[in-house]
């Protein structure tokens, strides 16, 4: 007869007892959990990172892909003894190798894996940005994350300034702020915003400044390197990169903005799950493949768009896979949105697959048609999430449906 363990895997030397306990409070996520990696990262490209992420990670199998560990709880050796977890909510060995590269991808020190993207967005504004405080965000970002500052703004939790624009931001930093939120590009009009200037905007108001990196992915921009102080991802988007797992994900540079958030996190519990963990590190490793695909398939897309009769505007900011169009005054967008077949008309972007949204009824239906009228959100507006399908037969396919839609309504 065996004698049952209460730790059946090997405890990493340099971890301090308890560092994840519940009764210990915070702290930054560990990143001494690849065996392939060393504490220094290795100066790879990001090609190799992302195909390494997760890789032989587990020094008790050598097993070559991060193991699912479901474990909600771990046996301690001993009272006041912690193998270094104690409770998935608090620490979790498949979380702690996403949040690792996580971390590692966008050249931060801590990330935090979170059960969704509007998760992430939250766990940012309400850690660090006291209440009462004042935000400055800009009125062209995903309609989710304008609705919910607005709920804030309208319940007294913060004093909210959507701005347009760089224009806009900089007039509104000219006086005091706690928190500044931005997408690059603008979502859906794909304006790029300059990340230095406004975080050197920000840090004169006294503002950390918190970038939505979900349409560019560190393939495309690193927020950190460019002074912003805290990044968050929809990893439902690219970084997952198969329309198959809802996750957000927060990463920062300085280590007391990640104690702060690894202790908001654990006191509030919105984190992602072990199974959500090892998609989310399965999709990682071919994204740098992928953007590179969707990148040169929206390219193509961008300027067939470009010279199609049947499209009055395109907004293509040159980079990653999404593109915003006007369609004529003749398409009928309703029979566009029936026709496609190689695209699919649902509210997502940033899978394998190609997808068309259209923003005013689906992805910003929350944010008032003026304040979208005043950013230059049409409610004809689509906007496509270029995939990775073969690029004939995405602009074939948009062709057709154009072609169908602009001659629907005549003899
Ligand atoms: N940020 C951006 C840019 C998004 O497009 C979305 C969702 O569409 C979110 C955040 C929210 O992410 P999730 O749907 O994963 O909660």
């Known amino acids: 007869m065996t004698t049952p363990t209460t730790a059946s895997f090997t405890v990493p030397a340099q971890q301090d007892s308890l560092a994840h306990g519940e009764s210990s409070g915070c702290r930054a996520v560990p990143l001494h959990h690849h065996a392939s990696w060393s504490a220094e990262p290795p100066a790879w490209g990001l090609g190799t990172m992302l195909a390494h ?13 991060t193991p699912i560990h479901l474990s909600t709880a771990f046996g301690h050796p001993g009272l006041r003894e912690s193998t270094g977890y104690d ?5 979790s060995p498949t979380r702690d190798v996403l949040q690792d590269a996580l971390a590692r991808l966008d050249a931060g020190t801590a990330a935090f894996a979170l059960s969704s993207g509007m998760a992430a967005v939250q766990l940012a504004v309400e850690t660090l940005a006291p209440y009462g405080g004042r935000v400055v965000a800009l009125e062209d970002l995903y309609g989710g994350t304008y609705r919910y500052l607005q709920v804030l703004a309208e319940e007294g939790a913060y004093d909210v300034d959507f701005v347009i624009g760089e224009e806009g931001l900089r007039g509104a930093l ?27 905007w920000a840090h004169a108001a006294g503002a950390l400044l918190v970038v939505d990196n979900t349409f560019y992915t560190p393939v495309v921009c690193r927020p950190l390197e460019r002074g912003a102080d805290v990044v968050v991802y929809s990893a439902t988007k690219y970084l997952g990169g198969h329309n198959d797992v809802m996750a957000g994900a927060v990463v920062v540079a300085d280590p007391e903005l990640g104690e702060r958030l690894m202790y908001r996190l654990n006191t509030t519990g919105a984190t992602l799950g072990p199974f959500d963990c090892f998609l989310l590190l399965r999709g990682l490793k ?19 768009l470009e010279a199609s009769e049947h499209v009055s505007r395109v907004l293509y900011p040159g980079r990653s896979g999404m593109v915003s169009f006007d369609p004529a005054d003749d398409v009928d967008i309703a ?3 029936e026709t496609v077949r190689v695209f699919t008309f649902a509210e997502s972007l940033g899978g394998v697959e190609s997808l068309v949204t259209c923003p005013s009824v689906q992805t910003h239906a ?3 048609p003026a304040t979208r009228a005043a950013y230059g959100l049409t409610d004809r507006l689509l906007r496509l999430s270029v995939g990775i399908e073969d690029a004939e037969d995405l602009v074939a396919d948009l062709r057709q449906a154009l072609e169908a839609a602009a001659t629907s309504g005549s003899d």
Do not use: Q
């Open 174 to 200: 000219k006086n005091p702020a706690s928190l500044v939120m931005i997408e690059t590009p603008t979502n859906p009009m794909m304006a790029e915003i300059d990340i230095e200037r406004v975080a050197g």
């Open 335 to 337: 029979v566009f949105l």
């Open 286 to 304: 071919t994204l740098s493949l992928r953007m590179k695909r969707h990148e040169a398939n929206a390219l193509l897309v961008a300027e067939f």
């Open 53 to 65: 992420v997760g890789t032989a990670t587990d020094p008790a199998t050598g097993a070559i892909t």
């Open 87 to 91: 409770y998935t909510r608090t620490a």
């Open 366 to 368: 929350d944010v008032p």
